[in-house]
């Protein structure tokens, strides 16, 4: 099963046909983030059937040549945003693993899929486009992962991403959650939460290969 598939019964609807209206819209008259082409690269990058974990982000990066299609991931071009810097803190203080390439590409390739509940943004104007309908469809896509596969970890990183915890099923997969790792929350409880190990670990459990971070 492809992602074709899986998004047709909410693609074929008015309401998709409404959101790309508003979408193409934005980018005709706006700046806007990541690159058109871009929009929908978490799911090109992690096909439907490769899907081993889902780290969900809020919306892209709003800054020039920062996002990518990727959650947190940014374009080598780009200085590190402080979350991403703090997501490879964790990284080493977990597993050791010191990571400097940020583009996030090989994670996804991997079968980590890195989405954005909101998958486009106005440029220099952060959530700007929470309003445009993003979330039925990156909901849907979250619900029908826990519906159709097993043995998939969830990451949660901050209250807005546990918000989505309704939509999976705990009894068949694992949610890893911890603060979030931006400058605010990441001593709340996101550094020494060690998410990398305990998705591995479980990968490993049930004889499916893990992520090589």
């Known amino acids: 099963m492809d992602w074709n598939e899986v998004l047709a019964p909410i693609k074929n609807t008015e309401y998709f046909d409404q959101l790309w209206s508003n979408v193409k819209k934005e980018y005709e008259t706006e700046k806007c983030f990541p690159p058109k082409k871009q929009i929908f690269r978490a ?18 990066y709003h800054n020039d040549f920062q996002a990518n299609g990727l959650c947190f991931s940014v374009s080598e071009q780009v200085t590190a945003p402080p979350s991403l810097k703090n ?10 693993i010191v990571r400097t390439k940020k583009e996030l590409d090989d994670w996804a390739e991997q079968g980590v899929l890195l989405l954005n509940a909101t998958l486009t943004v106005k440029a220099h104007t952060p959530n700007s486009h929470k309003n445009l309908g993003w979330e039925k469809l ?6 029908e992962i826990s519906d159709r596969k097993e043995n998939v970890v ?15 099923n705990s009894s068949k997969h694992l949610i890893v959650k911890s603060a979030h790792p931006s400058p605010f929350s990441v001593y709340r409880g ?24």
Not at 87 to 96: A, S
Not at 138 to 143: A, G
Not at 191 to 209: A, C, M, R, T, W
């Open 43 to 60: 799911l090109e990058l992690t096909p439907f059937e490769e899907v081993k974990v889902v780290i969900i982000g809020q919306d892209p």
């Open 87 to 96: 997501i490879f803190k964790e990284l080493q203080d977990d597993l050791g």
């Open 138 to 143: 990156t909901d849907f896509i979250i619900k």
């Open 154 to 168: 969830f990451v949660l990183w901050g209250a807005f991403a546990q918000k989505k915890e309704e939509l999976i």
């Open 190 to 213: 996101f550094y020494g939460s060690k998410p990398f190990s305990q998705i591995n670990e479980y990968l490993k459990s049930k004889n499916i290969d893990p992520i090589c971070w």
